[in-house]
């Protein structure tokens, strides 16, 4: 099974800075044959499902804000809020897509300071 | 608009067998860019991904976690427009909320992003 391990685990940003959630895989989800990195961010507020924000590493979904980005390769991610907002209180989770078993980050708590 | 719905027992005994649906509306499960999957989440912990059907084809072919292999079933519906999940010999530990979720085709074998979920129901079980 691919590990995924994201750092750190909690973080408390100040409004209008920025957040920076690191996602580390134990194997790369890079595919040679179509040089994609097989990686999403997910976000997930209290009592609701996680919301994809972005796949393929770095591809925002239609109707996410352009304040979160996505970058890495191979097996070092990272998703960023360039300005932290108070409705990005949440949970967001990486997740490897490249190989079964599917796998999740165990998440990592981003709170307003 | 693409609505899943978990529907399902919130309470099964210990030993008994935990059976979910999730209903689609807005898209089919025939739709050969789309897999459709289960994914869990127990109390305040993290996401564990169950498994996956593929009904793009004429029958179901599901994928499974190694882990939870030996217990689980996933089928599908087309003429509901429904896929199901069986999970037998359930202990506390398979308490959690269980999310049905739309599953992008990247490749084979089951694999792709979660883009659409639903609302997740919870399960309790204890006896």
């Known amino acids: 099974d691919i590990v995924m391990t994201q750092s750190p685990d909690s973080l408390a940003v100040s409004l209008g800075e920025r957040a920076t959630i690191n996602c580390k895989s134990s194997?790369?989800?890079?595919?040679?044959?179509?040089?994609?990195?097989?990686l999403a961010w997910y976000q997930q507020k209290p009592g609701q499902p996680p919301k994809l924000l972005i796949s393929?590493?770095?591809t925002r979904e239609s109707g996410v804000p352009d304040r979160f980005s996505g970058s890495g390769s191979g097996t070092d991610f990272t998703l960023s809020i360039s300005s932290l907002q108070a409705e990005d209180v949440a949970v967001y989770y990486c997740?490897?897509?490249?190989?079964?078993?599917?796998?999740f980050g165990q998440g990592t708590k981003v709170e307003i300071k | 608009q693409l609505q899943l719905q978990e529907s399902g027992p919130g309470l099964v005994k210990p030993s008994e067998t935990l059976s979910l649906t999730c209903t689609v509306s807005g898209d089919s499960i025939r739709s050969s860019a789309y897999y459709w999957g289960w994914i869990r989440q127990p109390p305040g912990k993290g996401l564990e991904w169950i498994g996956t059907?593929?009904?793009?084809?004429?029958?179901?072919?599901?994928y499974y976690h190694p882990s939870l292999k030996s217990r689980v079933a996933i089928s599908a519906d087309a003429s509901k427009n429904q896929f199901s999940l069986k999970v037998n010999s359930v202990t506390a530990t398979d308490t959690a909320v269980y999310f049905c979720a739309r599953q992008v085709q990247t490749g084979s074998l089951g694999r792709g992003n979660f883009d659409l979920w639903g609302q997740g129901t919870l399960v309790t079980v204890s006896s």
């Open positions: 393929w590493a770095s």
């Open positions: 059907v593929d009904y793009s084809g004429s029958s179901g072919s599901a």
């Open positions: 997740h490897q897509y490249s190989s079964s078993p599917l796998t």
């Open positions: 194997q790369s989800v890079l595919y040679s044959f179509d040089n994609k990195n097989y």
